[in-house]
Protein backbone atom coordinates (compact mmCIF):
# COMPACT_ATOMS: atom_id res chain seq x y z
CA UNK A 1 0.00 0.00 0.00
CA UNK A 2 1.64 3.21 -0.97
CA UNK A 3 0.89 6.04 1.63
CA UNK A 4 0.71 10.18 0.10
CA UNK A 5 0.60 12.88 2.67
CA UNK A 6 -1.27 15.36 0.75
CA UNK A 7 -4.17 17.99 1.22
CA UNK A 8 -7.84 17.66 2.03
CA UNK A 9 -10.56 20.26 0.79
CA UNK A 10 -12.83 21.19 2.64
CA UNK A 11 -14.09 25.02 3.67
CA UNK A 12 -16.65 26.88 1.66
CA UNK A 13 -16.91 28.36 -1.76
CA UNK A 14 -14.04 31.00 -2.54
CA UNK A 15 -12.49 30.54 1.16
CA UNK A 16 -10.93 27.25 0.84
CA UNK A 17 -9.31 25.56 4.25
CA UNK A 18 -7.62 22.30 3.80
CA UNK A 19 -6.12 19.54 6.20
CA UNK A 20 -2.94 17.59 5.27
CA UNK A 21 -3.88 14.14 5.70
CA UNK A 22 -2.16 10.62 5.49
CA UNK A 23 -3.81 8.68 3.07
CA UNK A 24 -3.50 5.90 0.09
CA UNK A 25 -2.19 7.09 -3.21
CA UNK A 26 -5.99 5.04 -4.77
CA UNK A 27 -8.26 6.92 -2.49
CA UNK A 28 -9.51 9.75 -3.61
CA UNK A 29 -8.84 13.67 -2.77
CA UNK A 30 -11.76 14.54 -0.43
CA UNK A 31 -12.16 10.52 0.49
CA UNK A 32 -10.98 8.13 2.94
CA UNK A 33 -8.06 8.87 4.84
CA UNK A 34 -5.57 7.68 7.69
CA UNK A 35 -4.73 10.54 10.08
CA UNK A 36 -4.79 14.43 10.14
CA UNK A 37 -1.65 15.50 10.43
CA UNK A 38 -2.25 19.47 10.17
CA UNK A 39 -4.48 21.92 8.27
CA UNK A 40 -3.60 24.94 5.47
CA UNK A 41 -5.82 28.28 5.22
CA UNK A 42 -4.68 29.90 2.42
CA UNK A 43 -6.88 33.01 2.23
CA UNK A 44 -5.70 33.58 6.17
CA UNK A 45 -2.89 36.63 6.55
CA UNK A 46 -1.63 34.39 10.03
CA UNK A 47 -1.02 31.13 11.26
CA UNK A 48 -1.84 29.99 7.65
CA UNK A 49 -0.17 26.37 8.94
CA UNK A 50 -0.67 24.08 11.61
CA UNK A 51 1.39 20.97 11.68
CA UNK A 52 2.09 18.05 13.43
CA UNK A 53 6.10 17.85 13.09
CA UNK A 54 6.43 14.75 14.84
CA UNK A 55 3.82 12.91 13.42
CA UNK A 56 4.78 14.40 9.49
CA UNK A 57 8.20 13.13 10.43
CA UNK A 58 6.59 9.68 11.96
CA UNK A 59 5.07 9.29 8.39
CA UNK A 60 7.56 10.33 6.34
CA UNK A 61 10.20 7.69 8.08
CA UNK A 62 8.03 4.82 7.59
CA UNK A 63 7.82 5.85 3.61
CA UNK A 64 5.16 8.13 2.73
CA UNK A 65 5.72 10.70 0.14
CA UNK A 66 3.92 14.21 0.48
CA UNK A 67 2.43 15.94 -2.73
CA UNK A 68 4.23 18.78 -4.00
CA UNK A 69 2.53 21.30 -2.48
CA UNK A 70 2.72 19.30 0.73
CA UNK A 71 6.36 19.27 0.69
CA UNK A 72 6.63 22.96 0.39
CA UNK A 73 4.73 23.30 3.11
CA UNK A 74 6.73 20.57 5.29
CA UNK A 75 10.08 22.60 4.16
CA UNK A 76 8.41 25.80 5.13
CA UNK A 77 7.91 24.39 8.69
CA UNK A 78 11.15 22.86 8.62
CA UNK A 79 10.84 19.29 8.61
Known sequence: M???IRLRREGRKKLPM????VADKDAPRDGRFIETIGTYRPKQSTDMVTLDVEKARAWI???A???????????????
Do not use: E, F, M
Not at 18 to 21: A, G, H, K, S, T
Not at 65 to 79: E, F, I, M, N
Open 61 to 63: AKG
Open 18 to 21: YRIV
Open 2 to 4: AVR
Open 65 to 79: TPSDTVAGLLKQAGV
